[in-house]
Protein backbone atom coordinates (compact mmCIF):
# COMPACT_ATOMS: atom_id res chain seq x y z
CA UNK A 1 0.00 0.00 0.00
CA UNK A 2 0.94 3.52 -0.76
CA UNK A 3 2.06 5.83 1.49
CA UNK A 4 -0.85 8.18 0.04
CA UNK A 5 -2.74 4.74 0.73
CA UNK A 6 -2.07 4.69 4.19
CA UNK A 7 -2.33 8.54 5.02
CA UNK A 8 -5.96 8.19 3.85
CA UNK A 9 -7.10 5.54 5.83
CA UNK A 10 -6.12 7.46 8.49
CA UNK A 11 -7.80 10.35 7.76
CA UNK A 12 -10.87 8.01 7.28
CA UNK A 13 -10.38 6.58 10.40
CA UNK A 14 -10.45 10.00 12.75
CA UNK A 15 -13.35 11.30 10.56
CA UNK A 16 -16.39 9.01 9.60
CA UNK A 17 -18.91 9.04 11.76
CA UNK A 18 -19.76 6.15 14.49
CA UNK A 19 -22.51 5.08 16.12
CA UNK A 20 -23.60 7.78 19.17
CA UNK A 21 -24.36 5.05 22.03
CA UNK A 22 -28.30 3.92 21.70
CA UNK A 23 -29.01 7.59 20.71
CA UNK A 24 -29.43 6.76 16.83
CA UNK A 25 -27.21 9.69 16.53
CA UNK A 26 -23.47 9.13 15.03
CA UNK A 27 -20.78 11.51 15.54
CA UNK A 28 -17.03 11.16 14.53
CA UNK A 29 -14.53 9.89 16.87
CA UNK A 30 -13.03 13.80 17.02
CA UNK A 31 -14.78 16.67 19.21
CA UNK A 32 -13.65 20.05 19.00
CA UNK A 33 -14.29 21.24 22.96
CA UNK A 34 -15.36 25.19 23.20
CA UNK A 35 -14.53 26.06 26.53
CA UNK A 36 -11.51 28.02 26.42
CA UNK A 37 -13.42 30.01 23.34
CA UNK A 38 -15.71 31.82 25.84
CA UNK A 39 -11.98 33.15 27.36
CA UNK A 40 -11.63 31.77 30.64
CA UNK A 41 -8.25 33.18 31.60
CA UNK A 42 -8.25 31.70 35.18
CA UNK A 43 -8.14 28.34 34.20
CA UNK A 44 -6.42 28.81 30.62
CA UNK A 45 -3.88 31.73 31.40
CA UNK A 46 -4.85 33.48 28.34
CA UNK A 47 -7.74 35.27 27.02
CA UNK A 48 -9.22 34.66 23.40
CA UNK A 49 -10.41 38.10 21.57
CA UNK A 50 -14.11 37.93 19.98
CA UNK A 51 -12.23 37.96 16.70
CA UNK A 52 -10.18 35.23 17.25
CA UNK A 53 -13.18 33.33 18.50
CA UNK A 54 -14.72 34.02 15.30
CA UNK A 55 -12.53 32.88 13.04
CA UNK A 56 -11.99 29.98 14.39
CA UNK A 57 -15.96 29.01 14.52
CA UNK A 58 -16.00 30.24 11.01
CA UNK A 59 -13.28 27.33 10.45
CA UNK A 60 -14.50 24.36 12.68
CA UNK A 61 -18.31 24.72 10.91
CA UNK A 62 -16.37 25.04 7.84
CA UNK A 63 -14.14 22.02 8.86
CA UNK A 64 -14.15 18.18 8.69
CA UNK A 65 -14.90 17.61 12.52
CA UNK A 66 -18.78 17.79 12.59
CA UNK A 67 -18.90 17.87 16.72
CA UNK A 68 -18.94 20.37 18.97
CA UNK A 69 -19.37 20.09 22.30
CA UNK A 70 -20.23 23.82 24.88
CA UNK A 71 -21.90 24.55 27.89
CA UNK A 72 -24.03 27.16 29.62
CA UNK A 73 -21.32 28.21 31.82
CA UNK A 74 -17.79 28.55 29.49
CA UNK A 75 -16.92 31.82 29.86
CA UNK A 76 -19.84 32.89 31.70
CA UNK A 77 -22.14 32.19 28.53
CA UNK A 78 -19.58 33.68 26.07
CA UNK A 79 -18.81 30.52 24.56
CA UNK A 80 -22.54 29.48 23.69
CA UNK A 81 -22.49 33.32 22.40
CA UNK A 82 -19.80 33.29 20.52
CA UNK A 83 -21.31 29.93 18.74
CA UNK A 84 -24.45 30.99 18.05
CA UNK A 85 -23.03 34.46 16.19
CA UNK A 86 -21.41 32.08 13.86
CA UNK A 87 -24.23 29.90 13.52
CA UNK A 88 -25.68 32.77 12.23
CA UNK A 89 -23.33 33.96 10.30
CA UNK A 90 -23.63 30.63 8.05
CA UNK A 91 -27.28 30.09 8.41
CA UNK A 92 -27.41 28.07 11.33
CA UNK A 93 -25.89 24.61 11.69
CA UNK A 94 -24.39 22.66 9.07
CA UNK A 95 -26.27 19.32 7.61
CA UNK A 96 -24.80 16.44 9.42
CA UNK A 97 -23.22 18.42 12.23
CA UNK A 98 -24.07 17.94 16.33
CA UNK A 99 -23.96 20.56 18.61
CA UNK A 100 -24.31 19.29 22.40
CA UNK A 101 -24.23 21.68 25.55
CA UNK A 102 -24.66 21.19 29.37
CA UNK A 103 -26.94 22.84 32.07
CA UNK A 104 -25.43 24.35 34.60
CA UNK A 105 -26.50 26.62 37.83
CA UNK A 106 -26.63 30.38 37.13
CA UNK A 107 -22.94 32.04 37.63
CA UNK A 108 -21.79 32.40 41.15
CA UNK A 109 -25.14 30.60 42.24
CA UNK A 110 -25.35 27.10 43.83
CA UNK A 111 -28.91 26.34 42.32
CA UNK A 112 -29.13 23.27 40.65
CA UNK A 113 -33.00 22.96 40.86
CA UNK A 114 -35.06 22.04 38.24
CA UNK A 115 -36.65 25.41 37.80
CA UNK A 116 -32.38 26.67 36.79
CA UNK A 117 -32.21 23.96 34.55
CA UNK A 118 -34.87 24.91 31.96
CA UNK A 119 -33.49 28.56 32.94
CA UNK A 120 -30.17 27.24 31.91
CA UNK A 121 -32.12 25.42 28.63
CA UNK A 122 -33.45 28.40 28.10
CA UNK A 123 -30.85 30.51 27.77
CA UNK A 124 -28.53 28.32 25.59
CA UNK A 125 -31.40 28.22 23.33
CA UNK A 126 -31.71 31.83 22.96
CA UNK A 127 -27.99 32.49 22.77
CA UNK A 128 -27.57 29.37 19.98
CA UNK A 129 -30.12 30.10 18.10
CA UNK A 130 -31.60 26.65 18.51
CA UNK A 131 -34.77 25.18 19.64
CA UNK A 132 -34.50 21.90 19.96
CA UNK A 133 -31.08 20.80 21.04
CA UNK A 134 -30.14 17.44 20.48
CA UNK A 135 -28.00 16.02 23.39
CA UNK A 136 -27.91 18.36 26.45
CA UNK A 137 -25.75 17.03 29.64
CA UNK A 138 -26.34 17.29 33.37
CA UNK A 139 -22.97 19.13 33.90
CA UNK A 140 -20.37 18.74 36.58
CA UNK A 141 -23.62 16.94 39.24
CA UNK A 142 -20.80 16.53 42.27
CA UNK A 143 -21.56 20.24 43.04
CA UNK A 144 -25.01 18.55 44.68
CA UNK A 145 -24.50 14.90 45.07
CA UNK A 146 -26.22 12.09 43.15
CA UNK A 147 -29.13 12.30 45.54
CA UNK A 148 -29.55 15.88 45.51
CA UNK A 149 -29.76 15.81 41.45
CA UNK A 150 -32.24 12.77 41.40
CA UNK A 151 -34.85 14.12 43.95
CA UNK A 152 -38.05 15.20 43.05
CA UNK A 153 -38.00 19.20 41.18
CA UNK A 154 -34.25 18.20 40.76
CA UNK A 155 -31.99 18.36 37.70
CA UNK A 156 -32.48 15.43 36.37
CA UNK A 157 -36.05 14.94 36.76
CA UNK A 158 -36.36 18.36 35.00
CA UNK A 159 -34.39 17.08 32.19
CA UNK A 160 -36.39 14.12 31.79
CA UNK A 161 -39.62 16.23 31.47
CA UNK A 162 -37.74 18.81 28.73
CA UNK A 163 -37.06 15.62 26.79
CA UNK A 164 -40.86 14.35 27.17
CA UNK A 165 -42.14 17.74 25.72
CA UNK A 166 -39.42 17.56 22.91
CA UNK A 167 -37.00 20.08 24.17
CA UNK A 168 -34.00 17.84 24.45
CA UNK A 169 -33.48 15.03 22.39
CA UNK A 170 -30.83 12.84 24.19
CA UNK A 171 -29.96 13.20 28.05
CA UNK A 172 -25.98 13.16 29.10
CA UNK A 173 -24.17 13.28 31.81
CA UNK A 174 -20.92 15.26 31.89
CA UNK A 175 -18.40 15.35 35.27
CA UNK A 176 -15.50 14.14 37.23
CA UNK A 177 -15.68 11.53 40.05
CA UNK A 178 -15.92 8.16 38.04
CA UNK A 179 -18.19 7.16 40.69
CA UNK A 180 -20.45 8.88 40.54
CA UNK A 181 -20.87 9.09 37.08
CA UNK A 182 -21.30 4.68 37.14
CA UNK A 183 -24.29 5.77 39.31
CA UNK A 184 -25.50 8.34 36.50
CA UNK A 185 -25.78 5.62 33.92
CA UNK A 186 -26.85 3.16 36.18
CA UNK A 187 -30.36 4.83 36.31
CA UNK A 188 -30.84 4.03 32.54
CA UNK A 189 -31.96 7.61 32.14
CA UNK A 190 -28.56 8.64 30.61
CA UNK A 191 -27.23 8.38 26.67
CA UNK A 192 -24.19 9.56 26.51
CA UNK A 193 -21.39 10.53 29.58
CA UNK A 194 -18.95 12.67 29.20
CA UNK A 195 -15.55 12.14 31.09
CA UNK A 196 -12.67 14.25 31.76
CA UNK A 197 -8.83 13.72 32.63
CA UNK A 198 -9.74 10.24 33.52
CA UNK A 199 -8.79 8.61 30.87
CA UNK A 200 -5.25 9.66 29.52
CA UNK A 201 -1.65 8.75 29.44
CA UNK A 202 -1.46 9.95 32.88
CA UNK A 203 -4.91 8.46 34.84
CA UNK A 204 -7.03 5.36 33.88
CA UNK A 205 -9.56 5.76 36.65
CA UNK A 206 -12.56 5.47 34.21
CA UNK A 207 -12.30 2.18 32.94
CA UNK A 208 -15.31 0.56 35.22
CA UNK A 209 -16.66 3.62 33.99
CA UNK A 210 -15.48 2.84 30.29
CA UNK A 211 -16.75 -0.85 31.24
CA UNK A 212 -19.99 -0.05 32.57
CA UNK A 213 -20.97 2.56 29.41
CA UNK A 214 -19.81 -0.60 27.15
CA UNK A 215 -22.48 -2.70 28.63
CA UNK A 216 -25.51 -0.22 28.69
CA UNK A 217 -25.10 0.85 25.35
CA UNK A 218 -23.99 4.55 26.55
CA UNK A 219 -21.38 6.61 24.22
CA UNK A 220 -18.20 7.82 26.41
CA UNK A 221 -17.21 10.94 25.03
CA UNK A 222 -13.36 11.55 26.51
CA UNK A 223 -12.00 14.94 27.30
CA UNK A 224 -8.80 16.52 28.01
CA UNK A 225 -6.82 13.74 26.21
CA UNK A 226 -4.11 16.14 26.90
CA UNK A 227 -4.58 17.02 30.70
CA UNK A 228 -4.68 20.50 30.06
CA UNK A 229 -1.69 20.69 28.33
CA UNK A 230 0.80 18.76 30.02
CA UNK A 231 0.60 16.05 27.68
CA UNK A 232 1.48 18.91 24.94
CA UNK A 233 4.31 21.02 26.22
CA UNK A 234 5.81 18.56 28.83
CA UNK A 235 6.71 19.07 32.11
CA UNK A 236 8.91 22.07 32.72
CA UNK A 237 6.65 24.21 30.31
CA UNK A 238 3.52 22.87 31.75
CA UNK A 239 3.62 21.61 34.99
CA UNK A 240 -0.47 21.16 35.84
CA UNK A 241 -3.17 18.41 35.12
CA UNK A 242 -6.27 18.48 35.44
CA UNK A 243 -6.17 22.47 36.15
CA UNK A 244 -4.03 21.77 39.10
CA UNK A 245 -0.01 21.89 40.00
CA UNK A 246 1.08 18.27 38.62
CA UNK A 247 2.41 16.03 41.27
CA UNK A 248 6.34 15.18 41.33
CA UNK A 249 5.33 11.71 40.03
CA UNK A 250 2.78 12.73 37.49
CA UNK A 251 5.50 15.09 36.09
CA UNK A 252 8.10 12.67 35.84
CA UNK A 253 6.15 10.30 34.47
CA UNK A 254 5.42 13.27 31.69
CA UNK A 255 8.95 13.48 31.23
CA UNK A 256 9.89 9.85 30.76
CA UNK A 257 7.18 9.51 28.32
CA UNK A 258 8.10 12.73 26.69
CA UNK A 259 11.79 11.09 26.27
CA UNK A 260 10.29 7.91 24.76
CA UNK A 261 8.29 9.72 22.32
CA UNK A 262 10.85 11.73 21.28
CA UNK A 263 13.06 8.34 20.58
CA UNK A 264 10.53 6.97 18.98
CA UNK A 265 10.27 10.78 16.70
CA UNK A 266 6.68 11.04 17.87
CA UNK A 267 4.87 13.68 19.27
CA UNK A 268 4.16 13.27 23.14
CA UNK A 269 0.55 15.19 22.38
CA UNK A 270 -0.08 12.72 19.00
CA UNK A 271 0.68 9.77 21.77
CA UNK A 272 -2.19 11.75 24.47
CA UNK A 273 -4.42 12.18 21.83
CA UNK A 274 -3.99 8.42 19.67
CA UNK A 275 -4.35 6.76 23.30
CA UNK A 276 -8.09 8.03 23.77
CA UNK A 277 -8.73 7.21 19.72
CA UNK A 278 -7.30 3.77 19.81
CA UNK A 279 -9.51 3.09 22.70
CA UNK A 280 -12.76 1.11 21.42
CA UNK A 281 -15.32 2.40 24.37
CA UNK A 282 -14.52 5.16 23.69
CA UNK A 283 -16.78 7.04 20.71
CA UNK A 284 -15.41 10.26 20.41
CA UNK A 285 -12.68 12.42 22.13
CA UNK A 286 -13.03 16.28 23.15
CA UNK A 287 -10.29 18.42 22.22
CA UNK A 288 -9.99 22.28 22.57
CA UNK A 289 -8.92 24.68 19.82
CA UNK A 290 -8.84 28.82 19.92
CA UNK A 291 -7.15 28.96 16.29
CA UNK A 292 -7.98 27.88 13.00
CA UNK A 293 -4.67 26.58 12.71
CA UNK A 294 -5.40 24.12 15.82
CA UNK A 295 -8.07 22.15 13.05
CA UNK A 296 -5.45 20.93 11.11
CA UNK A 297 -2.77 20.48 13.74
CA UNK A 298 -5.25 17.91 15.66
CA UNK A 299 -6.07 15.96 12.49
CA UNK A 300 -2.25 15.70 12.16
CA UNK A 301 -1.63 14.95 15.48
CA UNK A 302 -4.31 12.05 15.25
CA UNK A 303 -3.14 10.49 12.13
CA UNK A 304 0.57 10.69 12.80
CA UNK A 305 2.32 7.66 12.90
CA UNK A 306 2.72 5.86 16.12
CA UNK A 307 5.27 2.16 16.56
CA UNK A 308 2.60 0.01 17.60
CA UNK A 309 5.77 -1.28 20.45
CA UNK A 310 5.68 2.40 21.61
CA UNK A 311 2.15 2.12 23.84
CA UNK A 312 3.38 -0.55 26.10
CA UNK A 313 6.62 1.41 26.95
CA UNK A 314 4.36 4.34 27.74
CA UNK A 315 1.88 1.90 29.80
CA UNK A 316 5.21 1.34 31.77
CA UNK A 317 5.28 4.96 32.64
CA UNK A 318 1.76 5.36 33.94
CA UNK A 319 2.15 6.77 37.19
CA UNK A 320 1.15 5.31 40.54
CA UNK A 321 -2.56 4.45 40.38
CA UNK A 322 -2.25 6.73 44.01
CA UNK A 323 -2.04 9.75 42.10
CA UNK A 324 -4.83 8.95 39.65
CA UNK A 325 -8.12 11.52 40.07
CA UNK A 326 -10.42 8.64 40.68
Not at 2 to 20: E, G, I, K, S, W
Not at 286 to 312: F, K, M, N, S, Y
Request: charged share 20%; with cysteine; net charge negative.
Amino acid sequence: MTRAANDRTAADRVLDPRPLGRTGLSVPPLCIGTSAIGSIPRIYGYEVAEDQARDTLRAVLAGPIRFIDTSNSYGAGASEQRIGAALREVGGLPPGFLLSTKVDPAPGSDDFSGARVRASLAESSERLGLTELPVVHLHDPEKIGFEAAMAPGGPVEALVALREEGRIGHLGVAGGPVGMLRRFVGTGLFEVVITHNRWTLLDRSAEPLLADCAAAGVAVVNGAPFGGGILVKGPEAAPRYAYRDASDAVRDSVGAMQAACARAGVPLAAAALQFSLREPRVTSTIVGITRPERLDQTLELATAPVPEELWPELAALTPPAATWLG
